[in-house]
Structure formats: structure tokens, C-alpha cells
């Protein structure tokens, strides 16, 4: 395993794969690394000849200062458990003034309003920030295939639109959601989480499942209402929103059409720590 802090380090490496004709593929994440991680990972490698997993912790998606002191670093462990998976990964962990030559600041996107709902809502620049940030480790490492989990959808449909915008010529791939036993996302984020909240955290899946359940024979609005009641009777968890969406606009849904795929988008609060999940429903 090879660990780059230099962009021009990888550059010079990656150049050197391409004359070999290997393909390259990428894992952006921000450390903590979890299962989750791994098995999209492992769903690289098995797509391409060496993989690049980016650690970096962007400064520029967090809108509140608090959050981004407490996000989990553990890169020491991190390269660990990458070890243990394959010797064809190479790490790329840039500081900040590096990723982002001495101008820590976002770009502004027109994302066709699919950062306007749910998670534009409520973290104000957040996907400026995440915008920002893939569209420089795209362009530096400039893989065949870069790979994100589908936890974050709207973030994964944002930015295809980014990719599709700026018209980059890299491949886009959603990975299915991996769970905990009970559930519960998996996220760096419960690492953060009481015993006791992380096991009953698999209400926000069941929760979810139930909505799915009723999807079809009961309306939008009817759900909705229902999801919030649920919530309000569970002394753990404080729901800030939960909404029904067109998968593709993220247009929430008033009235369920026949020919559109929909998806159940949700955020939760519990022991202070923000939570999000997301379920197709048909």
C-alpha cells in the first residue's frame, strides 16, 4: 500500500498505472472507516485494477463548526483495516492548503434545485462544500469509476448533476446502503452514539420499512403525518424531517404517479448526533 499526501505524488503514480493501461478507480471518504466503506472498496477493486481511497475530512461541507471538531479521525486504523483488504489501494490523505491550494473557500453550483430540499434545507452550503471538494478529487485523481454509498442519495444524485454540469468524464456509481445487524446505517456518525441509542437506532429502518409497507395504499401526506407521530412517542429520538421524493428530481411528492420511482428520505437527532437514511419504495 502505497499513502500519498501530495497531489503530485498520486499524479506521478497514477500516470505510470495509465501507461500500463490499469484502470483506476475511486473511494472519496472522510475517514472513520466502517464496513460500509469497505465494501465499497471492495466493489472497486473488483471493477478496476488499483483503487484510490481519499481520506480527508472537508472542511467545507460542515455548516456548523461543532460538527466538523467532532468528526471522527482515526487514520491509523483506517490504513489498517485497508491493509487487510488489498495491497492494490493507494491512500490519499491531503491537508487541507494542499487539497485546496491555501483557498479553503466552495464553489457556487446550480444544481437544478435538487439542493434545495431535505438536506439543502437544512445545512446551508452543504453541498457547495461537497460539491466543491469531489469535483477536486475528481479531477486529481481522475479515475475511471468513483464510488459513493447511496446513505447519502441526494448528496449521489448531486453530484451527478455536478459531474454531468462541469461535463467530467468519470463514471458515477451508487452502492447499495450497508446496515448494522438491527438496521441502523452504518455511518461514522455512531461511533458517537450511547450503547443504549445505538441499539435502539434501528427504529429510523423500521420506521422506514412500515412507511415503505403502506406506500401505495395510503397517500403521501397520510405517511408522512403517520412517521412523524411515531417519532414524537419515542423518547431517544427527535425527527427533523422526513419526506417522500421523485428518486431522480427529488421533487418531494404531493401526488404518487404511476410511472415515477419515489424514495423515503429521513433525518433523526439522537444523543446529539445527526443521522440520515433512505429507502426506495417502489
Same mark, same amino acid.
Given at each position: 500500500m502505497k499513502i500519498f499526501d501530495l497531489k503530485k505524488q498520486l499524479n506521478n503514480f497514477t500516470a505510470k498505472q495509465r501507461k500500463e493501461d490499469h484502470t483506476i478507480g475511486l473511494v472519496p471518504t472522510m475517514g472513520a472507516l466502517h464496513t460500509g466503506h469497505i465494501s465499497l472498496v471492495k466493489k472497486a477493486l473488483l471493477e478496476n485494477d488499483l483503487v484510490v481511497v481519499s481520506i480527508f475530512v472537508n472542511p467545507?461541507?460542515?455548516?456548523?463548526?461543532?460538527? %466538523?471538531?467532532? $468528526?471522527?479521525?482515526?487514520?491509523?486504523?483506517? /490504513?489498517? %483495516?485497508?491493509?487487510?483488504v488489498s495491497d492494490n489501494i493507494v491512500v490519499f490523505a491531503p491537508t487541507v492548503d494542499e487539497i485546496y491550494d491555501g483557498n479553503v473557500t466552495s464553489e457556487s453550483y446550480e444544481f437544478d434545485g435538487l439542493d434545495k430540499v431535505m438536506e439543502g434545507e437544512f445545512r446551508t452550503g452543504h453541498f457547495d462544500g461537497v460539491g466543491t471538494i469531489v469535483e477536486l478529487l475528481l479531477r486529481t485523481v481522475a479515475p475511471d469509476k468513483a464510488?459513493?454509498?447511496?446513505?447519502?442519495?441526494?448528496?449521489?444524485?448531486?453530484?451527478?448533476?455536478?459531474?454531468?454540469?462541469?461535463?467530467?468524464? $468519470?463514471? /458515477?456509481?451508487?452502492?447499495? /446502503?450497508?446496515?448494522?445487524?438491527?438496521?441502523?446505517?452504518?455511518?461514522?456518525?455512531?461511533?458517537?452514539?450511547?450503547?443504549?441509542?445505538?441499539?435502539?437506532?434501528?427504529?429510523?429502518? #423500521? #420506521?422506514?420499512?412500515?412507511?415503505?409497507?403502506?406506500?401505495?395504499?395510503?397517500?403521501? #401526506?397520510?405517511?408522512?403525518?403517520?412517521?412523524k407521530s411515531e417519532f414524537e412517542q419515542h423518547p431517544?429520538?427527535?425527527?427533523?424531517?422526513?419526506?417522500?421524493?421523485?428518486?431522480? #428530481?427529488?421533487?418531494?411528492?404531493?401526488?404518487?404517479?404511476?410511472?415515477?420511482?419515489?424514495?423515503?428520505? /429521513?433525518?433523526? $437527532?439522537?444523543?446529539?448526533?445527526?443521522?440520515?437514511?433512505?429507502?426506495? %419504495?417502489?
Open positions: 467545507t461541507q460542515f455548516d456548523k463548526k461543532d460538527d %466538523l471538531e467532532k $468528526y471522527p479521525r482515526t487514520f491509523e486504523k483506517d /490504513i489498517e %483495516l485497508l491493509k487487510q464510488y459513493f454509498g447511496e446513505k447519502d442519495f441526494q448528496q449521489l444524485q448531486i453530484i451527478r448533476k455536478m459531474a454531468e454540469i462541469k461535463n467530467l468524464p $468519470y463514471e /458515477i456509481i451508487g452502492c447499495p /446502503i450497508e446496515r448494522e445487524p438491527h438496521g441502523l446505517a452504518m455511518s461514522s456518525r455512531n461511533e458517537r452514539l450511547s450503547k443504549e441509542t445505538r441499539e435502539e437506532a434501528g427504529f429510523i429502518h #423500521t #420506521t422506514l420499512q412500515a412507511a415503505k409497507a403502506e406506500f401505495g395504499t395510503k397517500s403521501a #401526506t397520510y405517511i408522512k403525518d403517520w412517521v431517544l429520538f427527535d425527527l427533523e424531517y422526513f419526506e417522500i421524493a421523485d428518486e431522480n #428530481t427529488l421533487t418531494p411528492a404531493l401526488k404518487i404517479q404511476n410511472n415515477q420511482k419515489y424514495r423515503a428520505f /429521513i433525518a433523526v $437527532y439522537a444523543d446529539g448526533v445527526r443521522l440520515i437514511d433512505n429507502l426506495r %419504495l417502489n
